[in-house]
């Protein structure tokens, strides 16, 4: 088939990887760590390692393994008992990937993040060179979120959307998502327990993300959606993502010698230059900015500047250089960018021709209320391949 052509060799010659290992993979049917999971994926990375291939752990598992710590295996968790779990459980876990990654005599590191280490360009930079110092040392990086200090405005909240940041802040030339679902399937798996596995994606349509549902596994934070939104995100930026079962032995190999045990999620032609991909898929939205037509068209037909004059309305708390959503009258979103002005000028300015703006500002005001260099349409991070 030409169609599996086209892939094997982007796989094949994959050098940099980012893995992420849900709870799942490495648990036992109680919910344990289990040390024949740990061994059968340390097998497998530290073959790829040795065969040149430089890898980058994402593992979730500390909550979990807090709560069996302290026996709070079934309870109810507040956020702060969860914050406190997986500060008790990540240690263990970190010693369960050394203990079987010491076959290889491959160290591993630790390094836990939040979201603000992402929207931060200093920290962001510091966390890529930390990468590569480790790699370049010969030792394996294990990230995970840092629950411990993360809450909801610097959380990433699932580590399927960690991976997929981190895959594009190591430049990774493929992202693999290891859970136990087998891939994406024709029919939700759970009414339909026979329904076949697409090993092939090429187009992250709306389609195929509203196929895989908000499923959620009892352990683990991540459904089939978060693992939909992490390819969608690493497709932006050029980078294919694996999601299959981790359970299943030795697929990382057959993977990378073109055998497809699960899901491949090819990116489009194009990728988003990074500036646009930060602004679309790292910076948290704090709100929305609704548009008239003629803006809607000036901005998607135009390439144009969100100008005063076709703003109608405005909703969110956020302050100028934070990261806004541009919708339509209808509420359909325009696309994402960065805004110069806040709500409270917003409202004394909006609608108004860029004189009268002047008279109401004086001469500190800005032409535009999103400049276009600012500005990422819809069009843009769904249709990354499409050539316009
Ligand atoms: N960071 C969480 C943990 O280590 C897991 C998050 C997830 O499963 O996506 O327990």
């Known amino acids: 088939m030409s169609e599996q052509k086209s892939w094997r060799p982007l796989i094949k010659q994959a050098r940099r990887v980012v893995i992420k290992i849900g709870t799942r993979v490495l648990t036992d049917p109680r919910g344990k760590l289990d040390p024949k999971s740990f061994s059968r994926i340390a097998g497998q990375i530290a073959e790829l390692w040795q065969g040149g291939r430089r890898v980058v752990v994402v593992s979730s598992g ?6 069996k710590k302290l026996g709070r295996d079934r309870a109810p968790l507040t956020i702060p008992e969860k914050q406190a779990l997986a500060a008790l459980g990540q240690p263990a876990l970190m010693r369960s990937y050394e203990q079987a990654f010491r076959k290889y005599s491959l160290p591993v590191a630790q390094i836990l993040l939040t979201h603000e280490d992402f929207s931060s360009r200093e920290r962001y930079l510091y966390c890529r060179n930390t990468l590569g110092t480790l790699l370049r040392f010969g030792v394996l990086p294990v990230i995970n979120e840092n629950d411990t200090v993360a809450v909801d405005e610097i959380k990433f909240g699932d580590n399927d959307t960690l991976s997929a940041l981190v895959a594009v802040l190591f430049e990774a030339d493929l992202l693999v998502l290891l859970s136990d679902i087998e891939g994406l399937c024709e029919q939700d798996p759970s009414i339909n327990p026979d ?15 509203e196929r895989a549902g908000p499923t959620r596994s009892g352990l683990g934070i991540g459904g089939m959606s978060t693992k939909i939104q992490a ?5 932006a930026a050029g980078i294919p993502t694996f999601i299959g079962n981790g359970k299943t032995p030795e697929m990382l190999l057959r993977l990378f010698e073109g055998k497809i045990q699960g899901t491949l999620f090819l990116p489009g032609a194009r990728k988003l230059k990074h500036r646009k991909h930060w602004i679309a898929f790292v910076q948290k939205t704090r709100g929305e900015i609704i548009v008239d037509d003629g803006a809607r068209h000036a ?3 135009g390439k144009k500047s969100l100008l005063p004059s076709g703003v109608l309305s405005v909703n969110g708390r956020f302050v100028p250089g934070d990261a806004v959503k541009v919708q339509d009258s209808s509420g359909r979103q325009v696309g994402v960018g960065l805004v110069r002005y806040s709500p409270s000028e917003l409202e004394r300015i909006k609608g108004k021709k860029t004189s009268e703006v002047q008279k109401i500002l004086g001469d500190q005001y800005y032409q535009e209320v999103i400049h276009r260099d600012d500005l ?3 069009e843009e991070i769904e249709n990354p391949g499409k050539e316009g």
Do not use: C, F, H, W
């Not at 329904?195 to 993300?209: F, G, H, T």
């Open 299 to 301: 901005l998607v037909e």
């Open 231 to 235: 390819a969608r995100t690493v497709a």
């Open 62 to 67: 500390a909550i979990v393994t807090g709560r």
């Open 376 to 378: 990422v349409l819809m």
């Open 195 to 209: 329904a076949k596995v697409i090993p092939l994606v090429r187009d992250l349509s709306q389609e195929i993300y």
